[in-house]
């Protein structure tokens, strides 16, 4: 298992039975279940312990399993020809009978409100899909989705629970009225028997998978295919599913996992490998963490955002919020929650920490340029400094009247600037913890970004008021106009020199600015899909790196020929060494669009 934002692998978790053919997270996403051919396990998402032995009863091998939406019951099927539910928490049958199904029972799944529960048998002579009531386990009197000659492998309900799409042989997917029973569609195309389907979150595609290796996107009011399909894989498809977002498409197939942008329907990352045969792979409901239940008995989780894999950084209670690099390089500084924890980057294990000083969400972190300090400002209107050979809190510094969203040490150290909700900056003497002056007022939004120039006598600030403000620090007042981006200003950096200031904006947009004078300087910067959360100049100014909301992250040289790198290049005339280390994993960052 892997987690969905930071890609780092959480836990291996191996069934004694056999191999997993299907798995589940529960709503709240603290349990997972997996079911082998003839046991259940269930996990515990937090630790990657087994909660309950295996789950046994079924005298046929396991088909499909699936939780209630409430988490206390989970429901499995089996060639047997029965569907058995379980109490989640103790592991017990909820019925003395199980549900008897006229056939073997290959796939369920549950309605969005968890009332109503669709299984798929086939008979030989054809596939059938019939809904049950989830709570009490009675046949509701619909009429059977029925598929003459066809096996039915998947079925699917739609987010509001109006429609159910099936998989069958011969290539079909069928669209059916879930209340009525009554065919809506038949879509066509795969060559061969389609393995699963899923909806988009929106409801107005389909995507499935088949054993033709081949991924399709419907869509659903004409029941046309969108597109060529994708064509990537090179063996049958064996699970798919939409992000969230419904930005993205995962689909699976033998021992690989592919993302692919749902809109240019190309590959955002490099396929995620396995050991083996994947046979399941599911998304957490928070759409973070994507899990795959392997032949070989292995799960394995991915980070759904980034899709890459490396050793975890264990401790955290919370979320992590927040990280900064020591100016070393070999230590990391996180914020998780109201805790702020310094990290070896080689050993993965916590050098100091947890700093508890904060009562309320830490957000923004930084260090002093020296490596001695570390500042963060959190939820709770604060500003602290830390000792970051030792962890002991300095000294707070209380002004701010909203969360505090940015913070900057100065060059030399002494001061830092300090941006909230409350739309002013306020700088303040690290040495005694008190503000300098009066606040900084000007800006009619959220304070996003601050920065001091080389020379410590001027300092910058962008907000979600769409400008960028430039502060003499020794009058307080305006060096020139306010700069106006347009839209909401997000991240905002200097270059070494002091001479360009980059911005990035809620449109997407980048924007470099004469840092002397106010004026913009025209560049061939594309604009990114999404929000521009960060850029940074390289030490030596000559080329800009901007990560987006998008995914992706463009390198740009700004020395004057403007090229526009994609970080998978390997013959550049100028070396990369001096960029950070995770840039240089070029596998795991996706190319920009041209």
């Known amino acids: 298992m892997w987690d969905a934002h930071t890609g780092a692998e959480l836990f291996e978790m191996e069934s004694t039975t056999s191999d997993f053919i299907s798995i589940a997270f529960s709503a709240d996403g603290t349990r997972l279940v997996a079911a082998s051919r003839w046991g259940i396990h269930i996990w515990n998402t937090a630790t990657g312990d087994c909660v309950e032995p295996p789950l046994t009863g079924h005298r046929n091998p396991i088909t499909d399993v699936v939780f209630s939406r409430d988490g206390r019951r989970i429901f499995s099927s089996s060639e047997d020809r029965t569907v058995r539910i379980?109490?989640?928490?103790?592991?017990?049958?909820?019925?003395?009978?199980?549900?008897?199904?006229?056939?073997?029972?290959?796939?369920?799944?549950?309605?969005?409100?968890?009332?109503?529960?669709?299984?798929?048998?086939?008979?030989?002579?054809?596939?059938?899909?019939?809904?049950?009531?989830?709570?009490?386990?009675?046949?509701?009197a619909i009429d059977p989705m029925t598929s003459?000659?066809?096996?039915?492998?998947?079925?699917?309900?739609?987010?509001?629970?109006?429609?159910?799409?099936?998989?069958?042989?011969?290539?079909?997917?069928?669209l059916w009225d879930a209340n009525t029973g009554d065919r809506l569609r038949d879509m066509v195309g795969h060559t061969e028997q389609v393995m699963c389907v899923a909806f988009s979150q929106d409801g107005t595609r389909l995507v499935s998978g088949s054993k033709d290796a081949t991924v399709r996107i419907w869509n659903l009011a004409s029941g046309e295919c969108i597109g060529e399909p994708l064509t990537e894989h090179t063996y049958w498809i064996t699970a798919v599913c939409f992000s969230l977002d419904d930005t993205r498409i995962f689909s699976s197939s033998n021992d690989?996992?592919?993302?692919?942008?749902?809109?240019?329907?190309?590959?955002?990352?490099?396929?995620?490998?396995?050991?083996?045969?994947?046979?399941?792979?599911?998304?957490?409901?928070?759409?973070?963490?994507?899990?795959?239940?392997?032949?070989?008995?292995?799960?394995?989780?991915w980070d759904a955002h980034s899709a890459e894999l490396r050793s975890p950084l264990r401790g955290h209670t919370a979320s992590v919020v927040s990280v900064a690099f020591l100016s070393d390089g070999r230590r990391l500084v996180c914020c998780s929650g109201v805790t702020v924890r310094i990290w070896d980057i080689k050993t993965g294990k916590t050098v100091l920490g947890p700093f508890e000083g904060h009562k309320n969400t830490v957000r923004p972190i930084a260090f002093s340029k020296s490596g001695t300090h570390i500042a963060s400002g959190g939820h709770d209107n604060r500003v602290a400094i830390w000792d970051a050979r030792t962890g002991f809190e300095l000294r707070e510094m209380a002004g701010h009247e909203a969360p505090v969203l940015c913070i900057a040490f100065s060059p030399d150290g002494k001061r830092l600037a300090s941006g909230s909700q409350d739309r002013t900056v306020r700088?303040?003497?690290v040495a005694s913890g008190k503000c300098i002056g009066i606040p900084l007022t000007g800006h009619s939004g959220w304070v996003t970004s601050v920065c001091f120039a080389p020379d410590d006598r001027r300092l910058f600030s962008s907000s979600s008021d769409t400008t960028i403000r430039c502060w003499n620090l020794e009058t307080r007042h305006r060096v020139f106009n306010p700069l106006r981006a347009g839209d909401q200003v997000l991240c905002t950096a200097l270059s070494p020199d002091g001479k360009r200031l980059a911005s990035g904006s809620e449109n997407g947009k980048i924007i470099l600015w004469n840092a002397e004078n106010g004026e913009r300087i025209p560049t061939p910067f594309r604009n990114h899909r999404g929000d521009v959360w960060g850029v940074a100049f390289s030490p030596h100014g000559r080329r800009l790196a901007s990560a987006s909301k998008d995914e992706t992250i463009a390198l740009w040289d700004v020395a004057g020929d403007w090229k526009d790198y994609d970080l998978y290049d390997t013959d550049e005339e100028e070396s990369m060494e001096e960029l950070p280390r995770q840039a240089e994993r070029k596998s795991r960052l996706r190319k920009r669009p041209s």
Not at 276 to 300: C, F, H, V, Y
């Open 86 to 140: 379980w109490d989640a928490e103790t592991g017990t049958p909820l019925a003395v009978e199980p549900l008897q199904m006229p056939d073997a029972v290959y796939c369920m799944a549950l309605s969005p409100d968890g009332k109503r529960l669709a299984s798929g048998t086939y008979t030989g002579f054809a596939g059938t899909a019939r809904i049950w009531d989830a709570p009490s386990g009675t046949l509701i």
């Open 148 to 174: 003459w000659h066809r096996d039915m492998q998947c079925v699917a309900y739609s987010r509001d629970g109006t429609r159910i799409a099936t998989a069958e042989q011969y290539g079909h997917v069928r």
């Open 256 to 301: 690989t996992i592919r993302i692919w942008d749902a809109e240019t329907r190309t590959l955002i990352f490099e396929p995620l490998q396995n050991n083996t045969l994947i046979l399941s792979m599911t998304l957490s409901s928070d759409g973070k963490r994507l899990l795959a239940g392997s032949e070989n008995g292995e799960l394995t989780l």
């Open 427 to 429: 700088i303040w003497d």
